[in-house]
């Protein structure tokens, strides 16, 4: 499940949201994305991707893989989402962190970097 569901989170990623950060834990998963404009060859854009529909897609998307590698037809997902906006560099660097330490604080690695379902861009700038 974990797999399905990172690949579904990154294959948007420069495509219609850009992905700071993201991990996949076997009862959850956290994402920090900005959404990108509909026009990105507009620098003052005021439209963007849809948070929403980007992330029904996401659960749409890893659920059917899921349930055809396991040959059922099932929800996966729950319907409610939990979003918020970031709204400064400090918000910003703590969220990071917080998705990228998300594995260590529940025991199954050391350090983030060893856990297989994370996928951070770097730092949150």
Do not use: C
């Not at 990228?100 to 379902?117: D, S």
């Amino acid at each position: 499940m974990t797999a399905h569901a990172l690949d579904a989170i990154r294959f948007w990623d420069t495509k219609r949201w850009t992905v700071h950060a993201a991990v996949v834990m076997p009862d959850h998963a956290h994402a920090l994305v900005r959404p990108l404009p509909l026009d990105t060859t507009d620098v003052t854009a005021r439209e963007f991707y849809s948070l929403p529909e980007l992330t029904k897609s996401v659960k749409g998307y890893s659920a059917r893989a899921i349930n055809r590698r396991q040959g059922r037809s099932e929800a996966l997902w729950q319907d409610e989402g939990y979003d918020r906006i970031v709204r400064n560099d400090r918000e910003l660097e703590e969220t990071w962190g917080y998705i990228r330490f998300n594995p260590v604080k529940a025991g199954f690695v050391a350090e983030p970097e060893l856990y297989q379902w994370l996928y951070s861009a770097g730092r949150a700038d």
